[in-house]
């Protein structure tokens, strides 16, 4: 446990020292405590554990693909925390802001460890990433698939950005059909293709999309499929869209969309997720007001429009 200096709206002086886990810090206030009666600033900082399930009503784990890495992936649920950082993708400049601002938690969307390691050492990127981590006591959370699914997750704060109706999973859960994989819901009425565009890529702040298909059409039922959408094309237009919103898509991918009479908007990887990651740090902080909560500062986008000289 680490000193903190944001203080608890529970906080209140006790007249026996309470557990050290909940010991937060001793007040030197001299006219309310006497040399009989120490004042102690008692915080309610919550467990991993607790924090863990407040994480996993946001985003269930069930909802998660099965070949997904998810749940606590370092650490032990133990010990109380008071230090929470979110981020998309755990690089070695996020692991260095988590250290520098003491987190006792990253909540990462892509999974680190994704897959099994065989050797935790600095001599590869994960290893190095991990060593750090396991060095600071650093724990590790990544809701990835659940959160993308998840009731207020990624691909539903899409759709709530492109005022989309009547919206529903395009893979419903078997166990809670209001939820699943994807969203799909119709377009305001009059929307074309390009000003669906232009709206996702303000509400996002993004400098531009790629769009494949003819971008002065009706948008129509749209299909939202965060990150990298290109594997469920046949599904979206199986589901009836006329439109697929998604992060990254790959050429041939595209191809067999307008093939099938899909449009495809394509904001980038990272601004199709990364703003999720600061409504979580939101939600979380919300629900637990003793945690102090926020997105990593030092993330961006790793891929960035170089304009050439013919189009400046
Ligand atoms: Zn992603």
Redesign the pocket.
């Known amino acids: 446990m680490r000193p903190s200096t944001s203080r608890c709206p529970f906080a209140h002086a006790a007249r026996s020292p309470p557990p050290a886990s909940c010991l937060q810090a001793r007040v030197p206030d001299a006219s309310a405590a006497s040399e009989s009666a120490p004042v102690y600033d008692l915080v309610l900082m919550p467990t991993l554990s607790t924090v863990i399930t407040e994480l996993e009503q946001l985003a269930p784990l069930q909802l998660a693909a099965d070949w997904d890495n998810v749940g606590l992936l370092v650490g032990s649920k133990r010990p109380t925390i008071d230090r929470v950082m979110t981020c998309?993708t755990l690089t070695a400049d996020v692991a260095r802001e988590a250290v520098a601002e003491q987190a006792d938690l990253i909540v990462s969307?892509?999974p680190l460890p994704f897959r099994p390691v065989n050797q935790i050492t600095d001599a590869s990127a994960t290893g190095g990433i991990l060593l750090e981590l396991l060095s600071a006591g650093i724990a590790v959370w990544s809701g990835h698939t659940a959160w993308d699914s998840a009731a207020e997750g990624i691909n539903a704060s899409l759709a709530e950005k492109l005022s989309l109706q009547d919206v529903s999973p395009i893979e419903p859960d078997t166990a809670t059909p209001a939820v699943g994989c994807g969203r799909m819901g119709m377009a305001p009425a009059s929307s074309t293709v390009a000003e669906l565009a232009q709206t996702l890529t303000a509400a996002l702040g993004c400098p531009g999309c790629h769009v494949a298909g003819p971008a002065d059409r009706l948008a129509g039922r749209v299909g939202i499929v965060?990150?990298?959408g290109g594997e469920l094309v046949a599904e979206v237009a199986a589901a009836g869209c006329q439109t697929l919103v998604t992060?990254e898509i790959k050429l041939h991918n595209a191809l067999d969309a307008t093939a099938r009479g899909l449009a495809v908007i394509a904001v980038g990887?990272h601004a199709s997720?990364r703003f999720a990651m600061e409504q979580l740090a939101d939600r979380l902080a919300s629900r637990l007001p003793a945690l102090h909560c926020w997105a990593s500062a030092t993330e961006t986008d790793p891929l960035v429009w170089l304009p050439t000289p013919s189009s400046l």
């Open positions: 998309l969307h892509h965060c990150g990298s992060g990887h997720e």
